[in-house]
C-alpha cells in the first residue's frame, strides 16, 4: 500500500540555525499538508500546498516558514531561522483529490532546536 | 471553524476490558468525523471515518465508533482491547466539502495494562 514518507525521523538543531524537512506524498495525490505536534499537545495545521501553491495556511505559518515541491516527488517545509518553540514533531500528509477527504499521513519528523 | 474535545486525556484499562474514548465536536456547518490512532514512534493512521449515511462506522480491528448529530459526539468504543491497542487516539473534525483540513482534539492516551 502506498505510504507518505518523512525524512530525515529526527533532527537536532541549534537555535538560529535553518532546517528543511523533506516529504513524499503519495505519487497520485494532489493536495499536501504540514502539521506540527509541540510535545503532550494536539496536532496543528500548518500549511495546504496545491497545484504549485499554498491554498490555506494557519496563524502559525508565519514568513519564518516556506513550502516547496522543488520536483514531482519532494514536499518540503523550510524553517529559516529556527527558534526553541518549533520543536515539535512535524507531519506531511497528502490527499489525492477534490473529491477525497481523507488524508494520509507521514510518520513524522521530530525536531528538536537546541 | 469547527472544534473538538476529547475529554480524557488519558484511559487506563485492564486486557480484554472494553473501552470508551470519548470526543464531541462543535461546528456550524455539516461535518466530517475521524479518529486517527498514533502508535508509539510512529505518525498518525486512519482508523475510521463518518462521512455520511450510516452512523455507526467500524474498523477492521474491533473499533467503532457513532456519530450522534444532536450530540455532537462521535465516542469511539471497543469491547475488547488488546495490549497493542495501547496509543494515542485522536478525534479530528472537518467540514463537508472544502478544503477538509481537519481540527484536531488533543488526543487520549489509551493504556492497556495486561
Redesign the interface.
Known amino acids: 500500500e502506498p505510504e ?1 514518507t ?1 525524512t530525515p525521523s529526527h533532527q537536532v538543531t541549534q537555535m538560529g540555525q535553518e532546517v528543511i524537512l523533506r516529504c513524499v506524498p503519495i505519487s497520485n495525490h494532489l ?1 499536501f ?1 504540514w502539521y506540527r505536534q509541540i510535545l503532550g ?5 500548518l500549511v ?1 500546498f496545491y497545484n504549485n501553491e499554498i ?2 495556511k494557519s496563524e502559525i505559518f508565519d514568513d519564518q516558514f516556506s513550502v516547496e515541491r522543488p520536483d514531482g516527488s519532494n514536499f518540503t517545509l523550510k524553517i529559516r531561522s529556527t527558534k526553541l518553540e518549533d520543536s515539535a514533531m512535524y ?1 506531511c ?1 497528502s ?1 489525492k483529490d477534490r473529491g477525497r ?8 519528523t521530530r525536531l528538536l532546536v537546541l | 471553524a469547527q472544534s473538538v474535545t476529547q475529554l480524557d486525556s488519558q484511559v487506563p484499562v485492564f486486557e480484554e476490558a472494553p473501552v470508551e474514548l470519548r470526543c464531541n465536536y462543535s461546528s456550524s456547518v455539516s461535518v ?1 468525523l ?1 479518529w ?1 490512532v498514533q502508535y508509539p514512534n ?5 482508523l475510521l ?1 463518518y ?1 455520511s449515511g450510516s452512523t455507526l462506522v467500524k474498523s477492521i480491528n474491533g473499533f467503532e465508533a457513532e456519530f450522534n448529530k444532536s450530540q455532537t459526539s462521535f465516542h469511539l468504543r471497543k469491547p475488547s482491547v488488546h495490549i497493542s491497542d495501547t496509543a494515542e487516539y ?1 478525534c ?1 473534525v ?1 467540514g463537508a466539502g472544502g ?9 487520549t492516551s489509551l493504556i492497556v495494562h495486561p
Do not use: D, N
Open positions: 507518505v518523512q493536495y499538508y499537545q494536539k496536532v496543528e495545521f495546504s491554498s490555506e507531519f500528509a490527499r477527504e481523507t488524508q494520509y499521513f507521514g510518520p513524522g | 466530517y475521524f486517527y510512529q505518525g498518525l493512521q486512519l471515518k462521512l485522536f479530528a472537518s478544503s477538509y483540513i481537519p481540527t484536531f482534539g488533543r488526543g
